[in-house]
């Protein structure tokens, strides 16, 4: 992994103000499970989607330590060639998945 600089977290707080947390990990990987397997492993703490830890959360196994904080907001795109047309069932995934990502990985901070 290449890095410019000291790695960050940015973060967003409840009134939307956003500040930038240096960190120096002992873990990094692009993989949230093996992060949240780490976490609960007591190596340290992960910024992770809700949705990735829920059950974890419930359970006790992980706890938030910033619950009004936010890491950044990700997105997912759907890149689909216009070249001969979009295809009935193309069209249809991606109204499908327009729907059910946002629910499936939305958090209640309950």
């Known amino acids: 992994m290449v890095l410019n600089g000291p790695p960050n977290w940015q973060l967003r707080g409840p009134d939307g103000e956003e500040i930038t947390m240096p960190i120096e990990p002992r873990f990094q990987s692009n993989n949230m499970v093996a992060l949240k397997e780490a976490a609960c492993a007591n190596l340290g703490i992960a910024a992770l989607p809700g949705y990735i830890c829920r059950s974890e959360l419930q359970s006790g196994a992980l706890q938030q330590l910033l619950p009004d904080w936010m890491a950044a907001d990700a997105?997912?795109?759907?890149l689909i060639p216009f070249r001969t047309g979009?295809?009935?069932a193309v069209r249809s995934l991606?109204?499908?998945l327009s729907v059910e990502i946002p629910v499936i990985t939305a958090?209640?901070?309950?």
Not at 75 to 78: D, E, L, P, Q
Request: hydrophobic share 50%.
């Open 75 to 78: 997105r997912i795109s759907a």
């Open 86 to 88: 979009l295809l009935p």
């Open 94 to 96: 991606v109204d499908f």
């Open 107 to 110: 958090f209640d901070r309950q």
